[in-house]
């Protein structure tokens, strides 16, 4: 586990204030010499008559006063790591917040990483497609997770087999007519200077967020925010689960339902092969609720992609995400900044 400077000091002077305090006092047994004769004069001088001074009083003894010292200062700097522990938290919320809308206001690099997996699209072999799982985008390169069979054609590079580096990129220009590649490509936060983009139709299933339960929340509001912004050309059916709807626009953009059970009467939304349907949980699945997902994500449920909050057995991508606000993306093979939503994109 690593820490910053400040908990690594505050450990170290823990550690120091333990020591300090189990540390024998002067004249305790383990000031004595462990072998050879007793001394019968003991040391310093004697007094005035010539009789050996008398020992001190307490020697021989632990020092109670050190210990209980010793456990202050442990006490103490205990005290204050578990003070800084919520303005870490909070610190840590504003930055996301201000990732949030930094995102939100970046309309060049979504446009930049469609003009390369087109690109990329139209340079593949028909018999050989490329199937492109996520994108982090830096800049000046564009990096894919992808699962092919097939080199990497140039002027991609293959870093691994699943791993294609895209350099030397042209400023995004006006978006060729027709739809994109990838439609269902959303944004899920940040790496270093980099932004990480999904794309939702590799999941083939249910992508399930498990750990931090609020950071697993805004995960996947992330997700949806990046399908809303492109739902028309996507031709996306987002459906909402729960109390947990309210968060997110109404119709059209969202069909709200209050149940699992209402969803598979809009079964229909989620075959044709030009729409895709998604069915979004913003809280923890019970036993039924999972097992009907499980079964929505099936070809005889309607093969509905599920983005859920919370374990489903069975689940294809399985996301962990943590109280500092990061996600561990799985097989895309990112820790994820999560943004916090804009209060503009709250829907409470």
């Not at 002077?13 to 010499?33: E, N």
């Amino acid at each position: 586990m690593r820490y910053s400077p400040a908990m690594r000091t505050i450990r170290l002077l823990a550690a120091a204030a333990v020591l300090f305090a189990v540390a024998p006092s002067p004249g305790t047994a383990a000031d004595r010499s462990p072998a050879g004769p007793v001394r019968l004069v003991p040391k310093g001088p004697a007094t005035a008559t010539g009789e050996p001074r008398p020992p001190r009083a307490g020697a021989g003894r632990p020092s109670y006063g050190m210990t209980a010292a010793g456990i202050g200062a442990v006490a103490l700097l205990a005290g204050l790591a578990a003070g800084r522990r919520p303005l870490l938290r909070a610190v840590r919320r504003r930055r996301r917040a201000a990732l949030g809308r930094r995102l939100a206001a970046d309309t060049r690099t979504p446009l930049v990483v469609r003009h390369a997996l087109r690109e990329l699209a139209l340079a593949g072999r028909p018999d050989s497609p490329v199937r492109v799982r996520g994108v982090l985008a830096e800049p000046g390169r564009v990096l894919a997770t992808v699962s092919a069979a097939g080199p990497a054609p140039a002027p991609w590079t293959a870093l691994t087999p699943t791993r294609w580096e895209r350099t030397g990129l042209a400023p995004a220009g006006t978006p060729a007519p027709g739809p994109g590649p990838l439609p269902q490509l959303t944004r899920l936060g940040a790496v270093g200077r980099g932004q990480v983009l999904v794309n939702l139709a590799r999941i083939g299933g249910v992508l399930s967020v498990l750990g931090d339960p609020a950071v697993a929340r805004e995960a996947v509001l992330a997700l949806v925010d990046g399908v809303l912004e492109a739902a028309p050309a996507a031709r996306t059916v987002l459906v909402a689960v729960g109390p947990g709807a309210g968060e997110l626009p109404g119709p059209p953009a969202v069909l709200r339902v209050r149940t699992v059970r209402q969803i598979p009467a809009l079964r229909g939304a989620g075959t044709p092969q030009a729409t895709a349907g998604l069915v979004v949980l913003l809280h923890r699945p019970d036993a039924e609720e999972a097992r009907l997902l499980a079964a929505l994500a099936g070809p005889k449920g309607g093969g509905w992609t599920v983005l859920t909050v919370g374990h489903v057995p069975g689940a294809h991508w399985l996301w962990y995400a943590a109280a500092d606000g990061t996600v561990d993306a799985g097989v895309l093979g990112h820790r994820v900044v999560v943004p916090v939503r804009s209060s503009a994109r709250r829907r409470l």
